[in-house]
């Protein structure tokens, strides 16, 4: 199989005149980013049946870099846009990208919501555990001990394991990689848009600026390498007592259902309606 190169995704979905990217050195987002271009390339979708979605924060800038339609919303509101645009033309296929504090944090509500509902929406979730944007506050994701400028000795509150939520609320597809983890991401992303209903794809991202240099780690193979410390394959998580997995964080897919998407019930209850009226053609 011939492998398209970075160059050729670039040329291919980027607005040329929008680069260079707002991105730090090291920043897992690009990384992520490619995926998700290279899955929607390995598909064959069109560009112009795609709109991408976004709210606030660093990763929330990438529809104004893609050649396609988007929006950039406001802090938390991504997915409530989403269902507008999914509700007003099933046809189009939507993808949301967020960033953790974006969807767990001021978006929390929405983000459960959706999933409860099964909004037919793919999210490519940016999880780097911190508010890389606004000053470096610790994320709602932030591991204990973990350190920002609203935690300076440490993040002592529990975190949201994003992952687990998406399942508990009724995900269709739930996946988590990190950044490091390139086929699986681009192929768990192939996945979630082939998917009907709601798709998750979480990624841990390197924030070398922001959350890297507040925790001894100011580069992204530092970063990468402490992934690598940090991550339980999901097989091998299952064979782990609890004890042996405080402070990790497994990855692999949590979820992969076929229950109806929003757009399939919200035309079934379109259909009931007219007939319990009586306005049946």
Known sequence: MYLKSAYEIRDKYLRKDMLPTIFCPG??????????LRAIDDLGLNPDEIVWVSGIGCSSRVPGFVNFDGLHTTHGRALAFATGIKLANPDLKIIAFMGDGDAAAIGGNHFIHAIRRNLDVTVILINNFTYGMTGGQVAPTALKGLRGTTAPY???ENPFDIADLAVSAGANYVARWSVFNYLQGINSIKKALN??????VEFLSPCPISFGRRNRMKTAPELLRWYQKITIPLAKAKKMPPEELEGKIVIGEFADRDRPGLVREYEAYKRRAKKMMGWEE
């Open 154 to 156: 440490g993040q002592f």
């Open 195 to 200: 998917k009907e209903g709601f798709s998750l």
């Open 27 to 36: 920043c897992g987002i690009g990384s992520a980013l490619q995926y998700t």
